[in-house]
């Protein structure tokens, strides 16, 4: 019943941003952690983003401090990921994640018990 769906991705020129949407149905997430994981070609998962349940607090990935924000609309049941000043090393499949036991934030895979199908995103030099 519970789906995650991302949407935003696509193809952009390095320097340039894109917003990454992910809408969560079948079950509301205003109490919980959401996050998102990304996973480039040949490479292993790796976090991205996570927020809290109220999307007060929120941690980063080193990668992409400073250059992508994760928010939160509850009202929507909505998670964002803002991204800027893209790089080729951020291309890969972006997936949005979340927690049905824990509200604080989590850069754990382990911790998120639903997943997207995830959105490409491509960043050429």
């Known amino acids: 019943q519970v789906q995650l769906a991302e949407s935003g991705g696509g193809l952009v020129q390095a320097g340039g941003s894109l917003r990454l949407s992910c809408a969560a149905s079948g079950r509301t997430f205003s109490s919980n952690t959401m996050g998102w994981f990304r996973q480039a070609p040949g490479k292993e998962r790796e976090f991205v983003a996570t927020?809290?349940?109220?999307?007060?607090?929120?941690d980063y990935a080193d990668s992409v401090k400073g250059r992508f924000t994760i928010s939160r609309d509850n009202a929507k049941n909505t998670m964002y990921l803002q991204m800027n000043s893209l790089k080729p090393e951020d291309t890969a499949v972006y997936y949005c994640?979340?927690?049905?036991?824990?509200?604080?934030?989590?850069?754990?895979?382990?911790?998120?018990?639903?997943w997207g199908q995830g959105t490409q995103v491509t960043v050429s030099s």
């Open positions: 927020i809290n349940y109220s999307g007060g607090r929120s």
């Open positions: 994640a979340a927690s049905r036991r824990y509200s604080g934030t989590s850069y754990w895979a382990p911790d998120y018990n639903y």
